[in-house]
């Protein structure tokens, strides 16, 4: 029987303990935090799962929660189709190809806090250029006021931030298919649209996958884009959990209720995010026997 060199994990070892240990010593902080009222210059009380109590009956999470859901949901169904399609009309070779992707990539290397700016000149009534073009078609934009105009502020901004994330992953997974696949549809006399169903969007499955809980997990941390844009408002429009968050831990010294409120919160995008998992893995297994099968 063969043996199998095991020496690489000599090397790798040392970067999971660290990896562990900067992952498991805040979160066991946040799990003793989350048991405990905590009040500046004042011992810690236990109070057992009392914060978590407190979060699930707290109308401002509920109302933060049902908002971020929905603003996740939205952008998945903007920037998922929308990168696709962005991928399909990129150039495949040459130094046009190198051109679109540099270009279509330099959104993602923006800070989050620059982004954050950007859109809030792009928006000023005075100088920016988004009121600028909405008062030619005589609407008053303002995002001060409006909780319309904010939220969908807001949107288009995480859509030009990170649509270039869904692109370039399925570009790459366009450029894995290989020419026979195409062939064959066309000797089948398949159309370009049953092409794309059949042949391309099952073998997009894996990159689009990735794509999709990057994306939803990363929407449901967004937080200063959103602070230097429009502060959560007006009223709590775009106001989301994070904003929430960071309020009772920062601006109310809430430690306890902070806490219980970040593990609720994670346990609700793991549980999502495996959610998706498994129902983009059964339906691209199922589309691709369906394709095996035409």
């Given amino acids: 029987m063969k043996r199998v060199d095991q020496r690489a994990w000599l090397f790798l070892i040392p970067a999971l303990v660290v990896l562990s240990l900067n992952a498991f010593i805040p979160l066991m902080t946040v799990v003793n935090y989350s048991v405990q009222d905590i009040l500046p210059g004042l011992g810690a009380v236990w109070v057992g799962f009392d914060n978590f109590e407190n979060v699930l009956r707290d109308p401002s999470f509920r109302g933060a929660l049902t908002r971020q859901l929905g603003f996740s949901a939205l952008i998945l169904l903007i920037q998922v189709p929308l990168g696709i399609l ?43 250029i988004v009121p600028f073009l909405f008062d030619r078609f005589g609407y008053v934009y303002n995002i001060a006021n409006s909780p319309a105009d904010a939220y969908w502020t807001v949107v288009m901004m995480d859509v030009w931030h990170w649509t270039p994330l869904i692109a370039l992953l399925a570009y790459s997974g366009l450029n894995a298919i290989p020419d026979a696949f195409y062939q064959a549809a066309r000797i089948d006399g398949a159309t370009r649209w049953r092409t794309f169903w059949v042949v391309t969007l099952p073998r997009l499955r894996n990159v689009l996958t990735i794509g999709i809980l990057l994306r939803f997990m990363d929407s449901f941390r967004i937080y200063i884009e959103i602070s230097l844009l429009t502060g959560g408002g007006p009223g709590r429009t775009t106001a989301f959990v994070s904003d929430l968050l960071v309020n009772r831990a920062v601006g109310g010294f809430e430690f306890g209720y902070a806490a219980a409120l970040s593990l609720i919160y994670f346990f609700i995008i793991i549980v999502i995010s495996y959610l998706f998992f498994l129902v983009l893995t059964n339906v691209g297994t199922s589309s691709q026997m369906q394709g095996g099968d035409a």
């Fill in 86 to 128: 962005v991928a399909l009309g990129m150039p495949k070779k040459g130094w046009p190809a190198t051109a679109a992707l540099v270009t279509i990539g330099l959104p993602l290397l923006i800070p989050w806090n620059v982004v954050g700016i950007i859109w809030r000149v792009f928006t000023r009534s005075d100088i920016g």
